[in-house]
């Protein structure tokens, strides 16, 4: 009888457990290690522009300014084929090359940007060529 009810309990926890996780996020699966970066509350990686490399913090200052660009390609509308932005309406999302030491093409760095060009609402990092995102934030 102490052997089925300890059983019992074993089984509650451990399916409370399961369930908490489902419902609610795993607090462990959450955590933050120190080399992750935050994300924000629909669960977007993000970076902060002092986290971002050198080439990405002047190419996000340059967003701001309007330029002048190096490349013939920044500020040009980005299709967002692969959804992994917002969806919004054609000619939201620019990009922006962030240049890559050594690289001798515009290499695989690049912002994003969605909103008036000089003003964006917001501003995603790509170190992939566009495979994933982080929202840059303050």
């Known amino acids: ?11 509650f926890a451990l399916t409370s457990l399961i369930l908490a996780a ?11 290690s120190p080399g992750q970066p935050a994300a924000v509350r629909d669960g977007t990686p993000t970076v902060r522009v002092v986290e971002l ?12 300014k ?24 054609r000619g939201y999302w620019r990009e922006y090359t ?5 690289s001798r093409d515009r290499g695989a760095r690049r912002i994003v940007c969605g909103g008036p060009a000089r003003a964006p609402h917001a501003c995603y990092y790509t170190a992939d060529h566009y495979a994933s995102f982080r929202k840059i934030v303050e």
């Open 1 to 11: 009888m102490a052997r089925m009810a300890r059983t019992a309990s074993v089984k």
């Open 98 to 102: 962030v240049k890559t030491p050594g």
């Open 66 to 89: 309007g330029g002048p660009f190096p490349y013939g390609k920044d500020g040009t509308v980005f299709g967002n084929r692969e959804r992994l932005l917002p969806v919004n309406t």
């Open 53 to 64: 490399p050198a080439q990405g913090r002047e190419t996000y200052g340059l967003i701001f």
């Open 22 to 32: 489902l419902v609610g996020g795993s607090g462990l699966a959450q955590a933050k």
